[in-house]
């Protein structure tokens, strides 16, 4: 029997649509693998088994009744730790939120469970999605399938880790700076950061609310294209929703995958391509630059000055919206409590011992300087100047898009980066999201995709960026990429990746 793990999730719909398969079998392979590889990896903070194998077991009584059911009904996916899901802890990998049981869904959670898909429970990530490598969960390290010893990217590395490991054909994930591309270009998955305001953030608990958006983590672009469409769409809960039906992305993803892009003009932003690159990465970028004008697409390049400034920019930004959202992290009304053990018990000693427990180092770092950006006296001089870089770096990609249909980069400047080796260097870690950071100043979608290896044999990532509500142009590249270079490679590339030693 074909090992159910290793379908995408598009195969395996088609098989439970059919009924060659049961989604109980489905689900159980993947709670199979699991068990088989967490030792090694720590993908999930929760194993949700007995709900997801109910939800198997309903859509599969549903299914032979003859019910008309959603395309991807029954199978199974992950949920990053960050989406509130009721009945299951919600941490946010955080000790401040440790054993914390939500009493409502969010709406992305929602439109999971009213599509059949079963949950199969919740990834690690960065604290508050405060990181590049998932090294700052409080609750452990989660480890790169592609080798133990690295990063598997944030802060949604759990997400990642999880599919590429093929514990989950489907993830959820959240981009606030990158946490979804990087992730998805470190592990050799796709990321997609939808437009902001395609897909709710009701129910996400908050880091930078004008930065964060929650997308899919999948092994194709066609996966990720039926998850979006899923998850995406207006909802009156969140103020900031796109009241408008998203553009055919699934239908862009499969006209993607004839290879055809005659007519459409590709961007290589020049300031997202040189010093700072790993020398592979460079080179398997500029070998898909080949094959995307092989396949008719007209390569230009063009310069957006102002992406300079981009990282500044938002390590003011974000701190300030991080030291807002999480002032209500304060012993009070849930999460961690703690009394101080010296001194009177009053609400601010109470506040204090309970942040200084709960929090981790990055956590508190990103809180202080985000309070210190917005303090009386340094408003305008900080966060002020960085919302008016951030006007810049839309401006920049106005006018890039006035030339072209996409703009492309490498997703991250270089592969995954050992365990520990920027841990202690926060600056380091950082300059990570150079690439992917400016995308969500502007609000604007993106896109990566698996171009390859690079010369120390681990995966890079190709990104594509679209103007606001044109998420469909990020599919039709995306695919278009990923069917020539699987032609080129004979196959997907995580298929190249080692086999993980599983638990007995």
Same mark, same amino acid.
Not at 87 to 110: F, N, Q, R, V
Not at 122 to 140: C, I, L, Q, W, Y
Not at 294 to 303: F, H, P, R
């Given at each position: &029997?074909?090992?159910?793990?290793?379908?995408?999730?598009?195969?395996? /719909?088609?098989?439970?649509?059919?009924?060659?398969?049961?989604?109980?079998?489905?689900?159980?392979? *993947?709670?199979? %693998?699991?068990?088989?590889?967490?030792?090694?990896?720590?993908?999930?903070?929760?194993?949700?088994? $007995? =709900?997801?194998?109910?939800?198997?077991?309903?859509?599969? @009584?549903?299914?032979?009744?003859?019910?008309?059911?959603?395309?991807?009904?029954?199978?199974?996916?992950?949920?990053?730790?960050?989406?509130?899901?009721?009945? &299951?802890?919600?941490?946010?990998?955080?000790?401040?939120? =440790?054993?914390?049981?939500?009493?409502?869904?969010?709406?992305?959670?929602?439109?999971?469970?009213?599509?059949?898909? #079963?949950?199969?429970?919740?990834?690690? &990530?960065?604290?508050?999605?405060?990181?590049?490598?998932?090294?700052?969960?409080?609750? +452990?390290?989660?480890?790169?399938?592609?080798?133990?010893? %690295?990063?598997?990217?944030?802060?949604?590395?759990?997400?990642?880790?999880?599919?590429?490991?093929?514990?989950?054909?489907?993830?959820?994930?959240?981009?606030?700076?990158?946490?979804?591309?990087? #992730?998805?270009?470190?592990?050799?998955?796709?990321?997609?950061?939808?437009?902001?305001?395609?897909?709710?953030?009701?129910?996400?608990?908050?880091?930078?609310?004008?930065?964060?958006?929650?997308?899919?983590?999948?092994?194709?672009?066609?996966?990720?294209?039926?998850?979006?469409?899923?998850?995406?769409? *207006?909802?009156? %809960?969140?103020?900031?929703?796109?009241?408008? #039906?998203?553009?055919?992305?699934?239908?862009?993803?499969?006209?993607?995958?004839?290879?055809?892009?005659?007519?459409?003009?590709?961007?290589?932003? @020049?300031?997202?391509?040189?010093?700072?690159?790993?020398?592979?990465?460079?080179?398997?970028?500029?070998?898909?630059?080949?094959?995307?004008?092989?396949?008719?697409?007209?390569?230009?390049?063009?310069?957006?000055? *102002?992406?300079?400034?981009?990282?500044?920019?938002?390590?003011?930004?974000?701190?300030?919206?991080?030291?807002? !959202?999480?002032?209500?992290?304060?012993?009070?009304?849930?999460?961690?409590?703690?009394?101080?053990?010296?001194?009177?018990?009053?609400?601010? @000693?109470?506040?204090?011992?309970?942040?200084?427990?709960?929090?981790? $180092?990055?956590?508190?770092?990103?809180?202080?300087?985000?309070?210190?950006?917005?303090?009386?006296?340094?408003? $305008?001089?900080?966060?002020?100047?960085?919302?008016?870089?951030?006007?810049?770096?839309?401006?920049?990609?106005?006018?890039?898009?006035?030339?072209?249909?996409?703009?492309?980069?490498?997703?991250?400047?270089?592969?995954?980066?050992?365990?520990?080796?920027?841990?202690?260097?926060?600056?380091? &870690?950082?300059? !990570?999201?150079?690439?992917?950071?400016?995308?969500?100043?502007?609000?604007?979608? +993106?896109?990566?995709?698996?171009?390859?290896?690079?010369? $120390?044999?681990? #995966?890079?990532?190709?990104?594509?960026?679209?103007?606001?509500?044109?998420?469909?142009?990020?599919?039709?590249?995306?695919?278009?990429?990923?069917?020539?270079?699987?032609?080129?490679?004979?196959?997907?590339?995580?298929?190249? /990746?080692?086999?993980?030693?599983?638990?007995?």
């Amino acid at each position: &029997m074909t090992d159910l793990t290793r379908l995408t999730a598009a195969d395996l /719909a088609g098989r439970l649509t059919s009924r060659d398969v049961s989604s109980v079998e489905a689900t159980q392979a *993947h709670l199979d %693998r699991i068990a088989a590889v967490e030792p090694a990896l720590h993908s999930f903070l929760y194993v949700n088994g $007995d =709900e997801a194998l109910a939800t198997a077991r309903d859509v599969d @009584s549903r299914r032979a009744a003859g019910e008309k059911l959603h395309a991807l009904a029954g199978v199974p996916i992950a949920i990053k730790d960050i989406v509130v899901t009721k009945g &299951m802890p919600t941490t946010a990998g955080s000790k401040i939120l =440790e054993g914390w049981i939500p009493p409502y869904d969010a709406t992305i959670t929602t439109r999971i469970r009213a599509a059949g898909l #079963p949950i199969l429970g919740k990834t690690n &990530m960065d604290e508050f999605a405060m990181g590049s490598s998932t090294e700052h969960s409080a609750f +452990g390290n989660t480890h790169n399938p592609w080798d133990l010893d %690295r990063i598997p990217g944030g802060s949604g590395g759990g997400s990642a880790a999880a599919v590429a490991a093929y514990e989950a054909p489907l993830a959820i994930g959240t981009d606030t700076g990158g946490s979804i591309r990087q #992730p998805a270009a470190v592990t050799g998955t796709v990321g997609v950061k939808p437009t902001y305001g395609g897909v709710s953030r009701y129910g996400l608990i908050a880091l930078a609310s004008s930065l964060d958006q929650a997308g899919p983590v999948t092994r194709t672009v066609l996966d990720s294209a039926l998850l979006h469409e899923l998850i995406g769409g *207006h909802d009156p %809960r969140d103020s900031t929703s796109i009241d408008e #039906p998203l553009p055919g992305l699934v239908a862009a993803a499969r006209q993607g995958r004839s290879g055809d892009l005659t007519g459409m003009r590709v961007g290589v932003i @020049s300031e997202l391509t040189g010093e700072g690159y790993q020398p592979g990465v460079r080179a398997r970028f500029t070998e898909s630059l080949e094959v995307l004008r092989g396949a008719g697409a007209e390569i230009v390049e063009v310069s957006c000055p *102002h992406f300079t400034y981009a990282l500044g920019a938002y390590y003011l930004i974000l701190p300030s919206e991080a030291s807002s !959202n999480l002032a209500k992290f304060d012993g009070m009304r849930f999460g961690l409590r703690v009394e101080p053990s010296e001194g009177k018990v009053t609400a601010e @000693s109470v506040m204090g011992a309970t942040r200084g427990a709960g929090f981790g $180092d990055e956590v508190k770092r990103r809180i202080i300087l985000g309070t210190y950006a917005l303090s009386a006296g340094y408003y $305008d001089a900080y966060y002020g100047s960085a919302q008016k870089v951030r006007t810049l770096i839309q401006r920049d990609f106005a006018a890039a898009f006035a030339q072209t249909d996409v703009l492309v980069s490498p997703t991250t400047p270089t592969t995954a980066f050992k365990l520990g080796e920027k841990l202690d260097d926060p600056l380091a &870690m950082y300059l !990570n999201d150079v690439a992917t950071i400016p995308a969500n100043l502007a609000g604007i979608p +993106g896109l990566s995709v698996p171009n390859g290896l690079s010369d $120390d044999g681990l #995966p890079v990532g190709f990104q594509v960026l679209a103007p606001a509500k044109a998420d469909d142009r990020l599919y039709r590249v995306g695919a278009a990429l990923e069917a020539l270079l699987e032609a080129q490679w004979g196959g997907p590339i995580l298929a190249k /990746a080692p086999e993980l030693e599983v638990a007995r």
